[in-house]
């Protein structure tokens, strides 16, 4: 019985120097390495941790209408966080798309139509961005 035991324990401990072998060693994806990068931005920047530390309310309803906006730049609601992440995004996906139709040299009608939809995304997500923060500005 001891013996079984011993090379029970010997196996054991070479697969978890196996599994430990192939955890230190492996590489992720550099895509997802971007993807997660990116949306970690995404978050920081359309105000997530501040979310998480203060707990906002989520929206108000004052004078007959709901407010989505906090009227106010020292303060803000949870939906003023997704909508600054949705256009944070909305530019990122525009790069991205800007990037991409750099691959289509041969092709440049798809090449120009896609740096063009990436641009108008880029250009309205900036559009809507300044718009929102001229309005808590009282504007």
Do not use: C, N
Request: glycine share 8%.
């Amino acid at each position: 019985m001891s013996r079984k035991v011993k090379r029970q324990i010997s196996s054991l401990s070479y697969s978890v120097q196996r599994f430990y072998k192939k955890i230190s060693t492996a590489k992720p994806s550099t895509l997802l390495i971007s993807i997660i990068a990116i949306a970690i931005a995404v978050f920081l920047f359309g105000g997530g941790l501040y979310d998480i530390t203060m707990k906002p309310l989520p929206s108000a309803y004052y004078g007959g209408r709901f407010l989505f906006l906090y009227p106010a730049l020292s303060e803000q609601f949870i939906s003023d966080s997704v909508i600054a992440m949705i256009l944070y995004s909305l530019g990122i996906v525009g790069l991205i798309v800007m990037y991409q139709s750099t691959k289509y040299a041969y092709k440049p009608r798809q090449a120009y139509m896609m740096f063009l939809v990436g641009a108008i995304f880029l250009i309205l997500a900036y559009i809507l961005l300044e718009t929102i923060v001229h309005m808590k500005l009282g504007g």
